[in-house]
């Protein structure tokens, strides 16, 4: 065996090995730095478009939900003011026929007190009825206080009279019949009021003259 296989060292140097080089000149090593390096820069770009439609399409989202919202309440205004154009258009009716009513209770009471009259005024009784289930279910509620404290906001005070048994202030008689139109005021009702009894009535109006 020869003694330059004994000893490596003593191989001539230029017998020695060459490293590997692709064709490009490049090692392998530094091709696949290469190769990463540039998945990496395609999966950022990647990354960054699909961040960019994602934003897109949250703000397409919210856009469609705006109109949405902004479809809906256009609607529920309409509607309202559909509503409410219905309304005001009733109150004029309603307006007009409350002295029609007055009148229609006025000629059934006349009627009632006459002798033979109580055969018309059951027939005008069920005409009244149909005409008040009708007023109602258009919105018309009447305001008749039978009794109970004045309330200036629904009452009108007619005159003011001493009574033995109703307080001072209470409603004694109803002497017209008010209405409201979907919690509207068309008429408040005229009410006689209770000014207490007689004696204590005599002294407050003695103490208010002096």
Same mark, same amino acid.
């Given at each position: 065996?020869?003694?330059?296989?004994?000893?490596?060292?003593?191989?001539?140097?230029?017998?020695?090995?060459?490293?590997?080089?692709?064709?490009?000149?490049?090692?392998?090593? &530094?091709?696949? @730095?290469?190769?990463a390096a *540039?998945?990496?820069?395609? #999966? +950022?770009?990647?990354?960054?478009? /699909?961040?960019?439609?994602?934003?897109?399409?949250?703000?397409?989202?919210?856009?469609?939900?705006?109109?949405?919202?902004?479809?809906?309440?256009?609607?529920?205004?309409?509607?309202?003011?559909?509503?409410?154009?219905?309304?005001?258009?009733?109150?004029?009716?309603?307006?007009?026929?409350?002295?029609?009513?007055?009148?229609?209770?006025?000629?059934?009471?006349?009627?009632?007190?006459? &002798?033979?009259? @109580?055969?018309?005024?059951? *027939?005008?009784?069920?005409? #009244? +009825?149909?005409?008040?289930?009708? /007023?109602?279910?258009?919105?018309?509620?009447?305001i008749n206080?039978?009794?109970?404290?004045?309330?200036?906001?629904?009452?009108?005070?007619?005159?003011?009279?001493?009574?033995?048994?109703?307080?001072?202030?209470?409603?004694?008689?109803?002497?017209?019949?008010?209405?409201?139109?979907?919690?509207?005021?068309?008429?408040?009702?005229?009410?006689?009021?209770?000014?207490?009894?007689?004696?204590?009535?005599?002294?407050?109006?003695?103490?208010?003259?002096?």
């Open positions: 065996m020869s003694k330059n296989l004994e000893n490596p060292e003593n191989q001539n140097p230029e017998e020695q090995p060459e490293e590997v080089k692709t064709p490009e000149g490049t090692s392998p090593d &530094e091709e696949q @730095a290469a190769s *540039g998945s990496d820069a395609e #999966l +950022g770009g990647l990354l960054k478009k /699909l961040d960019e439609a994602t934003a897109e399409i949250s703000e397409q989202k919210e856009r469609y939900l705006r109109t949405v919202a902004d479809l809906e309440n256009y609607r529920k205004r309409a509607l309202r003011e559909k509503d409410e154009a219905r309304r005001q258009a009733n109150c004029g009716l309603m307006e007009d026929l409350l002295p029609i009513l007055d009148n229609f209770r006025l000629g059934l009471k006349s009627a009632e007190s006459h &002798e033979g009259g @109580a055969v018309f005024a059951e *027939g005008f009784r069920m005409i #009244l +009825g149909q005409m008040e289930s009708t /007023l109602r279910q258009n919105g018309l509620e009447e206080p039978e009794s109970g404290p004045f309330d200036p906001n629904f009452h009108e005070a007619v005159a003011h009279v001493p009574h033995e048994e109703v307080a001072d202030g209470a409603i004694i008689e109803v002497h017209r019949i008010g209405y409201k139109l979907h919690e509207r005021l068309l008429r408040p009702a005229a009410v006689l009021i209770s000014s207490g009894p007689a004696k204590v009535a005599a002294e407050t109006s003695e103490a208010e003259e002096e």
